[in-house]
């Protein structure tokens, strides 16, 4: 039986509980991480700390939740999605509130990291539930509602953010996800009786995930501890790590996993496309965060409104693109978005000391509207290639190349600021380095989306 017959037999009040609890955590994941970018340079005014260790509040996170996601997405398919992801909201809850009492950035690092484990637990099997429950005619729409849910979390993150930093302190971005938490458990408790584990009783893979772990972590680590000897050292011994693990996984039979996906060229090109968007536009927030409160010297609440304006057009724009990713060919969407998104990084390559908010938030606009057009259709392509058993790899997979791709976009940052301005804090005597850098980094961004929209072209004709 297919998993569009499944999918038509599952009650529509679980259908929409599934979406729900799913849309709900999709927000306050990338609320707190927008969040937290606004946050960053009070948190450093409070802690004393310098730009590279408050970009680790951030990479720490996505660091986390890169390594385990995967590892997580094949437990999930093993175990059961509703148990992994009920577990990921309980440690996500938990970590927020270790956040909120840190008495030191390491400790918030720290605490970042365990938000990050319980977001990987999050993601991989939210988007799984979804595919599971809907079927392939309606995925597209649903899929689009879940990333559009996103979009909102990252609208609203600035803006609240900056409120809230300014008048309650930036702890109280951390105790404000405490009630999200508690609601969605109780959803979850209340309507969904099924695990959806596709892939019950198959052996989990422990050691290809530890080799998957260890090499994430030397990739990405390394990558974002360049240009230091310990850096590229780390990072060559992560690309042996990766031949390792390729090599391991096509050996077993229970891989955690499946490389042989990748001879799926809807699968493969799509993933890679997702990775370099992700990769070009991540820290687009962080930087003009920076700009806007550094340079500019804005408020944290006007820098937040001023940002608010990216994901608005992302969160209306994306489940249109489902929607229309179920009736037409998604590499055209896709590529479309891709297209748009260069061109507005190509535009906020010109930044400086006098440029107009206005050009700033037609850039933004414009960048919000083409990653709302890319995004719900190369998901749906995604999802829409694999076989049933393999959603929550599937899932993972979205979720690994989203991180990894914003891990190396703040990794990218971090190596431009290293190179730029160094281990101090930022102070008006660097503020000319500091726009130099910002400069610098949306001109690789530039280039890297340029090339994703030859990439995300090559995946050939699919309509999720």
């Not at 608010?308 to 057009?313: D, W, Y």
């Amino acid at each position: 039986m297919n998993s569009a017959d499944n999918s038509f037999k599952v009650n529509n009040d679980v259908k929409i509980a599934a979406l729900l609890v799913a849309t709900i955590a999709s927000f306050f994941t990338p609320f707190m991480g927008t969040s937290v970018n606004i946050a960053l340079p009070t948190i450093g005014l409070d802690f004393g700390a310098d730009a590279i260790v408050l970009n680790w509040i951030t990479n720490g996170f996505l660091l986390a939740a890169a390594i385990f996601a995967v590892p997580f997405g094949r437990l999930a398919d093993i175990h059961g999605m509703k148990k992994i992801f009920t577990y990921g909201i309980i440690i996500f809850t938990v970590a927020s509130l270790f956040c909120a009492l840190a008495p030191s950035p390491f400790i918030l690092i720290a605490s970042r990291v365990m938000q990050g484990i319980g977001s990987a637990m999050i993601f991989v099997t939210g988007l799984a539930i979804i595919t599971a429950v809907y079927p392939p005619q309606h995925r597209g729409k649903a899929i689009g509602i879940n990333v559009a849910a996103v979009y909102v979390g990252l609208s609203l993150g600035p803006v609240i953010s900056g409120l809230m930093t300014q008048y309650f302190g930036w702890r109280s971005l951390f105790l404000f996800m405490l009630p999200f938490g508690f609601l969605v458990v109780g959803i979850v408790f209340w309507k969904l009786h099924d695990e959806w584990a596709a892939s019950r009783g198959e052996k989990f893979d422990f050691i290809g995930s530890v080799i998957y772990s260890l090499m994430l972590f030397l990739v990405m680590y390394g990558f974002s501890s360049l240009p230091k000897i310990d850096g590229s050292i780390m990072l060559i011994m992560g690309v042996i790590g990766f031949l390792a693990f390729i090599k391991w996984e096509l050996r077993i039979k229970n891989p955690v996993f499946n490389i042989r996906l990748f001879k799926n060229t809807a699968f493969t090109f799509s993933s890679m496309a997702a990775l370099i968007n992700y990769s070009a536009t991540f820290a687009v927030s962080l930087l003009l965060s920076y700009y806007l409160q550094y340079i500019k010297g804005f408020e944290p609440h006007t820098a937040g409104l001023i940002l608010v304006f990216q994901p608005i057009l992302m969160a209306v724009t994306a489940p249109v693109a489902g929607r229309m990713s179920d009736r037409f060919d998604a590499r055209i969407i896709a590529t479309a978005g891709m297209a748009t998104v260069t061109i507005a990084l190509f535009t906020l390559t010109f930044l400086n000391v006098n440029t107009p908010l206005t050009d700033i938030i037609i850039g933004l606009m414009v960048l919000g509207f083409g990653f709302g057009l890319f995004s719900s259709p190369n998901t749906n392509v995604i999802m829409g290639s694999v076989e049933r058993k393999f959603y929550g790899v599937a899932s993972a997979t979205v979720s690994t190349m989203r991180l990894i791709g914003q891990t190396m976009s703040i990794g990218i940052a971090t190596l431009v600021f290293a190179l730029f301005i160094g281990r101090v804090q930022i102070t008006p005597n660097q503020y000319p380095e500091l726009l130099n850098s910002i400069q610098l980094c949306f001109v690789v961004f530039t280039i890297l989306c340029f090339v994703g929209v030859f990439v995300s072209w090559y995946r050939g004709n699919n309509k999720g």
